[in-house]
């Protein structure tokens, strides 16, 4: 009985004294995101870890997205932020999620107009709509946007490309680049 008495005792004891929870001044939890060097230093850790495992590690790719997304987020104007959500475009596009990518890429090219790797940006995002989300319309504008912004760049001769084969079906394709390899194999053996 006595062992029982004493912590029952100890219990109304610290309730009583607890006051009120409307006496007590109201503090927000917010959880403030940790120095960008350190968490650059986490992802980095993240990369190092998920890249070194010979098997694909799920769980571990999601939450280096959700990393790359959250630095992003609070240093939106760190030289990082960019290049962070581009790994991140790329790691949702890995992980199934096409849409979430083309929308990563359109934040780098609203949010960073500047960026060094914006053809790069807009190449990526015209061949996730065509390869992954297999729409040819909105996939044929984008690929000529790419060509109207960077008329130079090695994009832009591979975005022309990509037009010309979106008239055609995968199989057709696959036809077609199986015909292209057997005329070179018989130039290279005609020329031994």
């Known amino acids: 009985m006595r062992t029982l008495l004493i912590p029952g005792l100890l219990a109304l004891l610290l309730t009583a004294c607890g006051g009120d929870a409307a006496d007590a001044p109201a503090t927000p939890t917010v959880t403030a995101a940790p120095p960008a060097p350190e968490m650059g230093a986490r992802i980095r ?6 890249f070194a495992k010979t098997v694909f590690d799920r769980r571990g790719a999601q939450a280096l997205l959700d990393v790359y997304k959250a630095y992003a987020k609070a240093f939106p ?20 999620g096409p849409q979430e990518a083309v929308q990563l890429y359109d934040r780098i090219i609203k949010e960073y107009p500047k960026w060094g790797r914006l053809a790069d940006t807009y190449y990526l995002r ?7 989300l297999k729409q040819k319309g909105p ?54």
Do not use: C, W
Not at 45 to 50: G, I
Not at 174 to 179: K, Q, S, T, V
């Open 45 to 50: 850790a993240m990369e190092d870890t998920l």
């Open 126 to 132: 015209a061949f996730t709509i065509d390869a992954d």
């Open 139 to 192: 996939a044929k504008q984008a690929y000529e946007e790419v060509i109207a912004r960077f008329p130079d760049h090695r994009f832009a001769k591979d975005a022309k490309a990509m037009i010309q084969n979106l008239q055609y079906t995968d199989e057709e394709l696959i036809e077609r680049f199986r015909r292209m390899n057997d005329s070179i194999e018989a130039a290279e053996a005609k020329a031994r």
């Open 77 to 96: 104007s760190d030289s990082m932020a960019p290049e962070y959500l581009f790994r991140a475009a790329g790691m949702s596009k890995g992980l199934g």
